[in-house]
């Protein structure tokens, strides 16, 4: 059985490049490390150093103990610091679903700020509608950042977070522009509505803002839905921060008639089980969605 003491043992000498550097780097004598991997080949019975040469080199079969004991050793540092927070509270993942209006990148000034409270994992999960609540309440995710439903599971605490806004827009030379009331619902029937598909599984699914008969572009996220629109593939509604820059240089244009239109956002996780990851992500998540603004106070 080989222990972990002799895997850091290979380790050292490989990353030192002599029995000698890696002994200084244990604070051990270069004679203790040459005995114990050779006690380990007689153990294994197995030749892990080829000493033919002017400096000890690894054989392939040492190579092999070096590299798998690396994973072994990683597992086993991993394994200590899950142990230990546990220990404390923090729990060893922890998920975070959001409305795919978001994006993964608006919520990536979390991720060293925790590391430095903890080693918890954490998951960033897009959802679309129903999905988004579904995800929650199924299990499939510790906390939810999504637009506000008409009612709520009372299992469920619900926070406020502020409201987005966002436009009816197609691309500037898209023939929806020419029309002499292009918002007009008869209008908008003419012509393709892109629309991201709801990530439900089980709850029934719903969609927004498409008209009987209309043609439709399906697509699953967000980021393609905005590049079908830049492509002049038909017309949707956007969240102002996805494009703002295409709006200000001319690639887009808002739909003549229609009318800024506005979310409210909310934050919701279940109330029975509460660590300490959990609590510090929902006191740290209003701070970095900044697309999200406050609520006009009463």
């Known amino acids: 059985m080989i222990s972990f003491e002799a895997l850091q043992v290979l380790d050292a000498i490989d990353r030192k490049g002599s029995f000698a550097a890696a002994a200084d780097s244990l604070s051990r004598a270069p004679s203790s490390l040459s005995y114990q991997v050779q006690k380990l080949e007689q153990d294994l019975d197995l030749v892990i150093f080829d000493r033919s040469g002017h400096k000890a080199s690894f054989t392939d079969a040492g190579r092999l103990l070096l590299d798998r004991g690396r994973i072994l050793s990683n597992a086993a540092d991993e394994l200590v610091a899950d142990a230990k927070s546990l220990a404390h509270g923090w729990e060893l993942d922890i998920t975070i679903a959001y409305d795919g209006l978001l994006s993964a990148r608006q919520f990536f000034p979390l991720i060293d700020k925790l590391s430095n409270e903890a080693t918890t994992r954490v998951r960033l999960q897009e959802e679309i509608l129903a999905g988004s609540w579904e995800a929650l309440e199924e299990d499939r995710a510790d906390i939810l950042i999504c637009p506000t439903a008409p009612s709520y599971p009372q299992s469920l605490k619900v926070q406020p977070l502020g409201f987005s806004e966002g436009y009816w827009v197609a691309h500037a030379d ?87 239109y506005q979310l409210e956002w909310v934050m919701a996780w279940k109330r029975n089980r509460m660590g300490n990851a959990k609590s510090w992500m929902i006191r740290e998540l ?10 006009p106070k009463e």
């Open 174 to 260: 898209h023939p929806i522009h020419n029309e002499a009331n292009p918002y007009d619902a008869d209008t908008r029937r003419k012509y393709r509505s892109i629309s991201v598909a709801d990530t439900a599984r089980n709850a029934k699914t719903y969609t927004f803002n498409i008209l009987d008969e209309q043609p439709r572009l399906t697509v699953s996220s967000m980021a393609e839905k905005y590049h079908a629109i830049k492509k002049g593939l038909g017309i949707g509604t956007m969240p102002d921060w996805w494009i703002q820059k295409e709006l200000d240089n001319g690639d887009l244009k808002i739909i003549k008639g229609s009318e800024v």
């Open 286 to 295: 209003p701070k970095v969605l900044k697309v999200i603004q406050p609520l």
